[in-house]
């Protein structure tokens, strides 16, 4: 068991559920064989957000998860979704075939998703939309909640954060964060003692956020990496991962800095391929420490 900052895990590896249940992703039955291959590999971390797949993966982890305890999921409020979840339901099944047989809908859908939905921070609508996402995922308490993607003047303002906060100290939240899309809002976020988790992407080659690694470091605040095969680019088809998926997840999953590396993946193969890289990181990055002794 690794436990880095407030959350133990077996595997220092997340299932990113972005695509759960939405229109690039896996149907129901597709989705429900993504997360036991997830949890027969050791992998116990699931990352979602109250507007992925239009709610529709909160709703599939709390129907396979169920009340489960070994497990940590991670979501997010702070977005709004313009149209409701139902009425786009017919749509969404035409899409998913079309995205599947054509290269250029696929793209097309990416390019749609990749768009910012509003944001709202005032305290009713984080509130309401914590309790809504409880009962999608079918808890009484989610065991990480983070703020999803809010500026930084947002978070030096406090008040967001409040209200992660009350939901925690009524028992509805465990751990509180921020998912930030940049530097600014990365630091802010630290600057506030409240935050416990910081979600950051961690793009290949981009050294950006590596400052602020460091000093989530020094103040304990687990750090979540996500977006580490490129994000949209690599679900457009933009980057392919095949050829560094596998030396990315060594590198990111001996890094002791980092709490958890989300794998974004739809596909159960590529899951185990990952589990496989970190194990075998895992047995390399403690040889010598086992030769010595
Ligand atoms: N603002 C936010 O808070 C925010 C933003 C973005 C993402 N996230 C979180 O981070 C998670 C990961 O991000 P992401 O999915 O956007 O990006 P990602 O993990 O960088 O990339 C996903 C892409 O990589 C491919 N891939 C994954 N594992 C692979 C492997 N072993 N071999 C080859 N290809 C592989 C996937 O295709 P296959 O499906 O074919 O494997 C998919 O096209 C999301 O699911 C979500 O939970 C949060």
């Not at 116990?44 to 169920?66: M, P």
């Not at 600014?184 to 602020?212: H, K, M, N, T």
């Amino acid at each position: 068991m690794i436990s880095r900052s407030g959350f133990a895990l077996s595997l220092p590896l997340g299932l990113g559920c972005s695509r759960l249940g939405s229109v690039l992703g896996p149907g129901e039955d597709g989705a429900r064989a993504l997360i036991a291959t997830a949890l027969d590999h050791g992998i116990t971390f699931f990352d979602t957000a109250t507007i992925y797949a239009q709610g529709d993966s909160e709703r599939l982890l709390g129907r396979v998860l169920g009340k489960r305890r070994d497990c940590v999921i991670c979501s997010k409020v702070g977005q709004h979704l313009p149209v409701p979840g139902p009425a786009l339901l017919p749509i969404k099944r035409l899409a998913r075939i079309a995205a599947a047989r054509s290269p250029v809908a696929r793209r097309a859908v990416a390019r749609a998703r990749a768009q910012p939905l509003p944001r709202i921070w005032t305290a009713s609508f984080l509130s309401e939309a914590v309790e809504a996402s409880l009962r999608r995922l079918d808890r009484e308490q989610v065991e990480i909640m983070l703020l999803h993607g809010p500026p930084a003047s947002v978070l030096a303002e406090g008040m967001a954060v409040g209200t992660l906060e009350a939901a925690h100290r009524s028992g509805k939240i465990g751990l509180i964060g921020v998912s930030v899309d940049d530097v600014p809002a990365a630091f802010a976020a630290l600057a506030d003692e409240r935050v416990r988790v910081l979600q950051i992407p961690l793009l290949p080659g981009e050294i950006e956020f590596e400052p602020v690694i460091e000093r989530a470091r020094r103040e304990g605040v687990a750090i979540i990496a996500r977006e580490v095969f490129g994000g949209p680019r690599a679900i457009s088809g933009e980057i392919q991962p095949e050829g560094f998926a596998a030396s990315r997840v060594a590198e990111l999953t001996t890094r002791v800095d980092l709490a958890v590396t989300l794998v974004g993946t739809t596909n159960e193969r590529h899951l185990r391929e990952a589990v496989a890289a970190a194990l075998c990181a895992g047995e390399d990055s403690l040889r010598p420490a086992r030769a010595r002794a």
